[in-house]
Structure formats: C-alpha cells, structure tokens
C-alpha cells in the first residue's frame, strides 16, 4: 500500500516499495483506556513493543523489520504517547484509505507516524 509521507521519508521507488514493503511493520491499533493512570506508559509499552518485534519477528517470519509504522485519526487523537516514545510524525493521509478506487477523499484524515529500527533501514529499503 501507498502512503505519500512514509514513501517520501524513505525514499524508495515504486518497484522498491513492491519489493521491501513487508519489512515496514503497522501497528493498527494502540488504546490505553483514560481511567488507567501509570506515568510514562504509553512510552514505555511503545519501546517494549518496538524491541520484541525486533527480536521476535525474525523467529516467526524468517526476516526482520525495518520500520515500524501507524497511523492517527487527527481529528480524535493527538498522537501524544508516539511522539513521547520518539516515533515520527510525517505528515498527513489524504482520507482515501488503502482500498480506494475511485480516487475520493472519504476517510478521515490520519497522520502518519514511523519508528526505524535500523539505522540502515533506508539502504535495504531501497535497493
């Protein structure tokens, strides 16, 4: 799938993005419900997260992630516990969605966030 930030952040080509795009990881869904209250949670489940899969998805897939992405409804959420766990905000979606075939602006608008797991992420990505 397309997404004009994360694709521009890294620079890839169509047929890189084709080939690599598997090694980019979303996360769908992140709630920590409002009644919960633990300093630093949000950040430290984020960083937790980020170091499992970096070590659990070779073991299960036979190939590790480069980066880790998802994306925020800007009209609900600010994305505070991202930018906390120092992931990247890149920009906006236009509301098509990942399904859209008739080239219209439905969806709400999301802001991209990303989180590198190798430094070198860029370089395999786009060779």
């Not at 930030?5 to 990881?25: C, E, F, K, M, N």
């Not at 769908?28 to 430290?44: D, G, H, M, Q, T």
């Not at 990942?98 to 860029?122: C, E, G, M, S």
């Amino acid at each position: 799938w397309k997404t004009q930030p994360r694709d521009h952040y890294i620079g890839w080509t169509p047929s890189q993005r084709q080939a690599h795009l598997h090694r980019v990881v979303n996360n769908a869904r992140f709630l920590i419900l409002p009644w919960i209250e633990c300093k630093n949670l949000a950040s430290s489940i984020l960083a937790r997260a980020a170091r499992e899969i970096a070590a659990d998805w070779p073991v299960q897939y036979g190939y590790r992630p480069l980066l880790l992405e998802t994306f925020v409804e800007q009209e609900r959420f600010r994305g505070t516990a991202y930018r906390a766990a120092n992931w990247l905000c890149l920009g906006q979606t236009t509301g098509r969605g990942k399904l859209d075939v008739h080239h219209q602006a439905l969806l709400p608008i999301k802001t991209v966030w990303v989180y590198p797991l190798d430094r070198n992420f860029r370089r395999v990505l786009c060779r």
